[in-house]
Nanobody, 124 residues
Framework: EAQLVESGGGLVQAGGSLRLSCTVSGLSLDDYIIGWFRQAPGKEREGVSCISSKEGRIVHADSVQGRFTISADNAENTVYLQMNSLKPEDTAVYYC?????????????????WGQGTQVTVSS
């Protein structure tokens, strides 16, 4: 059974950085696109970034372009989301998820396996 576990969330001041990790078991990063999503209170879930490590394709949402970087370590079966220049509006629960369709997309409807989420809070 596939399982995704997020870690690395926390409280940070505006302008600071955090690195989130998504550790995957039961599936290969070569066969799946891994995406990061976030959901703030009262808002819809939003796609942030996704990566196909096999094809080297990356997609970022406009809201995080230039600030967030996604990467994959296939040996560790882990996908990272490096978040720099954080803003209060980045505050949300961040989820990683797996998608076995193509092409890479930030639409949550394509993702069928989800982690439990990790809280990121950015103070002003």
């Amino acid at each position: 059974e596939a399982q995704l576990v997020e870690s690395g969330g926390g409280l940070v001041q505006a302008g600071g950085s955090l690195r989130l990790s998504c550790t995957v078991s039961g599936l290969s990063l070569d066969d799946y696109i891994i995406g990061w999503f976030r959901q703030a209170p009262g808002k819809e879930r939003e796609g942030v970034s996704c990566i196909s490590s096999k094809e080297g394709r990356i997609v970022h949402a406009d809201s995080v372009q230039g600030r967030f970087t996604i990467s994959a370590d296939n040996a560790e079966n882990t996908v990272y989301l490096q978040m720099n220049s954080l803003k209060p509006e980045d505050t949300a629960v961040y989820y990683c998820a797996a998608d076995d369709t193509w092409p890479p997309s930030l639409e949550s409807r394509f993702y069928n396996t989800w982690g439990q989420g990790t809280q990121v809070t950015v103070s002003s």
